[in-house]
């Protein structure tokens, strides 16, 4: 055993070298190929922004930077493995907010914790929603349909895919934000919703903007409001629900990635600048707005924690309020 005099000195001189070791392993990350998991399968929103940016990564790192899809649960499989990766950061998640700051609320027996098992990197693109109902409804505004609802409680019926789906959350939202109280019908999939409201089978849908536009445009469906705190690019004239009076109201569904809890953070800050500087190219822009999105990144992987935080609280709030848990 090491006299104490000894020993404090070889702990004071490991103490010294950890920053370097730190710094080291930022200016050397990555050294090796990184992974991207995906929660959803090939296809989905999330997995085609994971392949465009994983592209982009791999450009700016000079490693191969693969997509690996491990869909399942809404998205807790994938968070789950990445959650027991090492942390290195060469394992990443890219989820959507869903599986992060919505099924810790509903599903009581998710294996991973969104705020103590990863280290939140960086925001990459909001997905906007829009309300639209079948073109025969006697409302076009909100004013409208609110007063309608109002007049016939539990009357009128709205389709989400499923029971604690941001679909769902989002309209309950507004339904409280407007004291009205309307029916919700739940499905197992985004089509079916938006054929039953063509057909007149159910009155009205929050869903997302790229899902409902091609509706919207030809006229089997009337746009009503988007959900964002501003008007989408991609429907520019379709009101906010803000403007229709309701100040403050904002809500849609976002991506970012996640690392492992105890990346280091010189390596977290690696990533996010890397993140960043993808996200200001025009062509990964365009490209991510063909989809959909709103490119929307984060200053900082602090700016983005305290947005996941917030979030959590948020839709946590709306959970307990509503009464929904999944078994």
Same mark, same amino acid.
Request: aromatic share 6%; net charge neutral; proline share 8%.
């Given at each position: 055993?090491?006299?104490?005099?000894?020993?404090?000195?070889?702990?004071?001189?490991?103490?010294?070298?950890?920053?370097? @070791?730190?710094?080291?392993?930022?200016?050397?990350?990555?050294?090796?190929?990184?992974?991207?998991?995906?929660?959803?399968?090939?296809?989905?929103?999330?997995?085609?922004?994971?392949?465009?940016?994983?592209?982009?990564?791999?450009?700016?790192?000079?490693?191969?930077?693969?997509?690996?899809?491990?869909?399942?649960?809404?998205?807790?499989?994938?968070?789950?493995?990445?959650?027991?990766?090492?942390?290195?950061?060469?394992?990443?998640?890219?989820?959507?907010?869903?599986?992060?700051?919505?099924?810790?609320?509903?599903?009581?027996?998710?294996?991973?914790?969104?705020?103590?098992?990863?280290?939140?990197?960086?925001?990459?693109?909001?997905?906007?929603?829009?309300?639209?109902?079948?073109?025969?409804?006697?409302?076009?505004?909100?004013?409208?349909?609110?007063? @309608? @609802?109002?007049?016939?409680?539990?009357?009128?019926?709205?389709?989400?895919?499923?029971?604690?789906?941001?679909?769902?959350?989002?309209?309950?939202?507004?339904?409280?934000?407007?004291?009205?109280?309307?029916?919700?019908?739940?499905?197992?999939?985004?089509?079916?919703?938006?054929?039953?409201?063509?057909?007149?089978?159910?009155?009205?849908?929050?869903?997302?903007?790229?899902?409902?536009?091609?509706?919207?445009?030809?006229?089997?469906?009337?746009?009503?409001?988007?959900?964002?705190?501003?008007?989408?690019?991609?429907?520019?004239?379709?009101?906010?629900?803000?403007?229709?009076?309701?100040?403050?109201?904002?809500?849609?569904?976002?991506?970012?990635?996640?690392?492992?809890?105890?990346?280091?953070?010189?390596?977290?800050?690696?990533?996010?600048?890397?993140?960043?500087? @993808?996200?200001?190219?025009?062509?990964?822009?365009?490209?991510?707005?063909?989809?959909?999105?709103?490119?929307?990144?984060?200053?900082?992987?602090?700016?983005?924690?305290?947005?996941?935080?917030?979030?959590?609280?948020?839709?946590?709030?709306?959970?307990?309020?509503?009464?929904?848990?999944?078994?």
């Amino acid at each position: 055993m090491l006299p104490g005099r000894y020993l404090r000195t070889a702990i004071a001189s490991l103490m010294a070298l950890a920053p370097l @070791a730190a710094a080291q392993a930022q200016k050397n990350y990555p050294d090796r190929p990184v992974t991207v998991v995906v929660g959803f399968p090939p296809g989905t929103s999330v997995d085609n922004v994971a392949r465009i940016l994983a592209e982009q990564f791999g450009k700016r790192w000079r490693q191969p930077v693969i997509v690996e899809n491990r869909a399942g649960a809404s998205g807790a499989i994938g968070a789950t493995a990445v959650a027991r990766a090492g942390a290195d950061g060469h394992t990443l998640l890219l989820s959507s907010s869903g599986p992060m700051t919505i099924n810790p609320h509903i599903q009581p027996k998710l294996n991973y914790s969104p705020l103590e098992d990863f280290v939140p990197i960086g925001q990459t693109a909001v997905l906007p929603y829009m309300l639209v109902s079948n073109p025969a409804f006697p409302a076009s505004t909100l004013g409208e349909l609110a007063a @309608a @609802a109002r007049s016939q409680p539990g009357k009128y019926t709205y389709g989400s895919i499923g029971r604690g789906s941001t679909s769902h959350l989002i309209m309950s939202l507004l339904a409280d934000a407007a004291g009205i109280e309307m029916t919700h019908v739940p499905y197992s999939g985004s089509g079916q919703v938006q054929t039953d409201v063509i057909a007149g089978n159910i009155d009205m849908t929050f869903d997302t903007v790229v899902a409902n536009m091609p509706m919207v445009q030809n006229g089997r469906l009337r746009a009503i409001a988007v959900s964002t705190a501003r008007r989408s690019p991609l429907v520019p004239d379709v009101p906010t629900v803000a403007e229709q009076g309701y100040p403050g109201f904002s809500a849609s569904a976002w991506l970012g990635f996640f690392a492992p809890a105890g990346t280091p953070d010189g390596v977290v800050d690696k990533i996010s600048a890397t993140l960043n500087d @993808a996200l200001r190219d025009p062509g990964v822009a365009d490209r991510l707005s063909s989809l959909g999105l709103e490119v929307h990144a984060s200053a900082t992987p602090v700016d983005f924690r305290k947005m996941v935080e917030d979030e959590y609280a948020r839709w946590g709030g709306v959970v307990k309020k509503i009464g929904v848990q999944l078994d």
